[in-house]
């Protein structure tokens, strides 16, 4: 294990290579002298132009240095917009588990760059974040690239996301950088995705940097985070190089990190007293970069031009652009290109390249020619997927591409055949779906659209209920009405049995309080999970389970009631496994509509004192609606939820007592995703979510409970 030592108030650790038969577990530790950090400047959130570009957003960017001696030395600008030498060039990529605050560190490098001067992003935060759904969760789905400024390199930047259902694109997006910078809650410490995409970055011998953000909070436990990634980078059989990471303290909230725990210290008690900062910046970690990230490899003269495509993009003004890094050769605004199919090399199209850039900050920058090692967007080749490979006419083979972990899950949507069906949408037939969904496929690597041809439902197959949920939620914003039924495992045969049955395990880790942890771990155990540690983190318990998928499904909305909103959960794939059994039924039955109406207060006052209602009065409602889930166990109840109070002209003895019903919380997609059942679907329009049965008719729903099929044989992939 690596030892802390402290050398005048320093925290010195440098992991060397071990004596020859000792192996990768004996580390030690060389104490050298604390390196000196330059003067930075001090840090007024606006980075100040050269006099000749000040209120210009040119590609050309002042390259912000430390201290007066580099400015003298170096240029007062790098055009971002030139095909820059190749060992000018860093292509990195940052991973994290969610919420360890990867978006706000790109934030705050491009501040701090000027790479956002001139626009009015300079005042928003998650600038990242473009697409709407990500700024309403506050989380990032799609990775972006972007580029910027400093000390006459050109940093390109890929934010990639940290759910572990969005993990596709993490992966993809691997074969475009060398290095990943990791960042690490210092309070949370390497959590489920952070192994995840650890893992994915080791496989492909990339050598991280470290950075330990947020430590300017009270909690924060630096030390005992280093200890814990050391030994995450040990179970993961790390090299030697890989295992000798820099590690960097950082608050990208704050806009400051440094290479020294004190001096963090320092910032931290400066920003807590309301001081300016001084001499905090994000100087450290991009010479970190620069020193520790190689630079790109490949041949430039003498090569034919070709580009692995990762990841496509849509301009209103140029159609579909390919995105991706330039594996060799060089390219230039109107050569003529060809697109060739992954895998095969097929040729699918030849074109000519009419616009070549690349994205620094929030603009677009022009570019008239770039080379191997820029990841660059092209346009001109309208047919190109992703995978696909953009390359000279004279090259026949396509670039290798690395396929991504395969889906876990899979739900289908077909259309809406409901009575209320056809209101509020406009996009409303299954060629639309089809289309749409097939669309879809083609920019996301994760999902998989399986058509039989036979029907109008489509599989749709994905990571996790988030990423399908989301799909879902971008389509009725489009709008579409469709069906979804509930997810669903795909499980396996054992290669080497065929008669053995696989299905996907998940990592799950769960931080609660100590009350908590006694319902948390007794529902997980029904549900066939298996508890592999506990331990104490600060004043939380942290359990780590592995657990069948099909196990967490429906599980997210009795975790929040049963730890009353305070435990946090995260999960991660972890492999397929022998099949864990048959799982305890976990929900109560429903109250089904029988009639094509309006709820109505009378009604529904009298059917209430039978559970919970999903319904108010005025709502819809037609017959296979759920509108209410039962309070005990037993068969579905049907129910009249429109029936109105007969008036007659008799007058009654007593006078009539004021309706009140207990208020219903609207269904997200997420919580609908999880409550329904395997003979359930959501109804989903623009402005509606609803729950209801795949068979509307009751009596076909009873013929059909009699010929009970096996969910395995059913849904064997």
């Not at 790479?115 to 309403?136: I, P, W, Y």
């Amino acid at each position: 294990m690596r030892s802390l030592i402290r050398i005048a108030g320093r925290r010195m650790t440098r992991p060397v290579a071990a004596p020859v038969g000792y192996g990768r577990s004996f580390i030690s530790t060389v104490t050298t002298a604390a390196p000196q950090l330059p003067p930075m400047l001090p840090r007024t959130g606006k980075m100040t132009l050269p006099t000749k570009a000040r209120g210009i957003p040119a590609p050309g960017m002042r390259a912000y240095s430390a201290s007066a001696e580099a400015k003298a030395s170096q240029p007062e600008a790098v055009n971002l917009g030139a095909m820059l030498p190749m060992d000018r060039i860093r292509n990195i990529g940052i991973i994290a588990h969610v919420d360890h605050g990867k978006t706000t560190l790109v934030d705050c490098l491009l501040k701090q760059s000027g790479a956002l001067s001139g626009s009015t992003a300079m005042q928003e935060t998650r600038v990242m974040d473009s697409n709407a759904l990500e700024k309403e969760r506050g989380i990032t789905i799609l990775s972006k690239v972007t580029s910027l400024a400093y000390k006459d390199h050109r940093i390109n930047i890929v934010d990639t996301p940290g759910h572990a259902d969005f993990g596709g694109e993490v992966e993809r997006i691997l074969s475009m950088v060398d290095s990943v910078v990791l960042v690490v809650d210092a309070t949370e410490g390497p959590m489920a995705q952070t192994k995840f995409v650890l893992t994915k970055a080791l496989a492909r011998g990339l050598n991280p940097l470290v950075v330990l953000n947020k430590v300017d909070r009270p909690a924060s436990r630096p030390d005992e985070v280093d200890s814990e990634l050391l030994e995450l980078f040990m179970a993961l059989e790390a090299s030697d190089t890989q295992t000798g990471y820099e590690i960097i303290y950082a608050s990208a909230k704050e806009g400051w990190c440094t290479k020294d725990l004190e001096e963090a210290a320092r910032l931290t008690e400066a920003t807590k007293t309301g001081g300016a900062t001084k001499g905090g910046s994000m100087e450290p970690l991009l010479d970190a970069i620069i020193q520790s990230a190689p630079a790109p490899k490949g041949q430039r003269e003498g090569a034919p031009f070709s580009m692995l495509v990762t990841q496509l993009e849509a301009n209103p003004y140029l159609g579909k652009c390919a995105l991706g890094r330039i594996s060799s050769g060089i390219v230039r605004v109107g050569d003529k290109v060809r697109v060739l199919e992954p895998g095969t090399g097929v040729v699918r199209e030849e074109g000519k390249v009419t616009k070549l850039f690349l994205r620094s900050g929030v603009q677009q920058v022009e570019m008239a020619q770039a080379g191997a090692g820029d990841v660059v967007s092209i346009s001109g080749v309208p047919t190109v997927g992703v995978n696909a490979t953009v390359a000279a006419i004279d090259v026949a083979e396509p670039l290798a591409f690395v396929p991504v972990d395969p889906p876990t899950i899979s739900v289908t949507f077909s259309v809406n055949d409901s009575p209320l069906a056809g209101r509020e949408g406009s996009q409303l037939t299954s060629g639309m779906i089809r289309t749409r969904l097939q669309r879809e496929a083609e920019t996301n690597v994760a999902l998989q659209i399986v058509d039989d041809g036979k029907s109008e439902a489509l599989e749709v197959r994905g990571r996790g209920e988030l990423q399908l949920s989301v799909l879902i939620e971008t389509m009725r914003r489009e709008g579409f009405e469709l069906s979804v039924t509930p997810p669903r495992v795909l499980f396996r045969r054992d290669p080497n049995d065929r008669k053995a049955i696989l299905e996907p395990f998940e990592e799950i880790t769960i931080d609660v309080d100590h009350d908590c942890s006694g319902i948390v771990i007794e529902k997980l155990t029904k549900r066939k999970g298996e508890m592999k540690s506990f331990s104490d983190v600060a004043d939380k318990a942290r359990m780590v389970f592995h657990i069948p998928t099909r196990g967490l499904l429906g599980y997210m909305s009795e975790f929040k009631n049963d730890t009353h909103g305070s435990g946090v959960i995260n999960h991660a794939f972890l492999r397929f496994d022998a099949y864990a059994g048959a799982l305890e039924k976990t929900r109560k039955s429903g109250m089904i509509s029988m009639v094509l109406g309006t709820a109505t207060s009378y009604a529904l006052n009298m059917i209430e004192s039978r559970g919970q209602l999903f319904v108010r009065n005025g709502d819809d409602v037609y017959p296979g609606m759920i509108v209410g889930e039962i309070s005990k166990d037993g068969n579905d109840l049907e129910v009249n939820p429109a029936k109105a109070k007969q008036l007659t002209n008799i007058r009654a003895a007593g006078k009539d007592e004021a309706i009140r019903l207990v208020p219903v919380k609207p269904w997200t997609l997420e919580e609908a995703i999880a409550y329904i059942n395997p003979d359930e679907a959501i109804e989903v329009t623009p402005t509606k979510v609803r729950l209801r049965k795949q068979i509307l008719d009751a009596n076909k729903r009873k013929q059909l409970s009699r010929k009970r099929v096996s969910d395995i044989d059913d849904f064997l992939d």
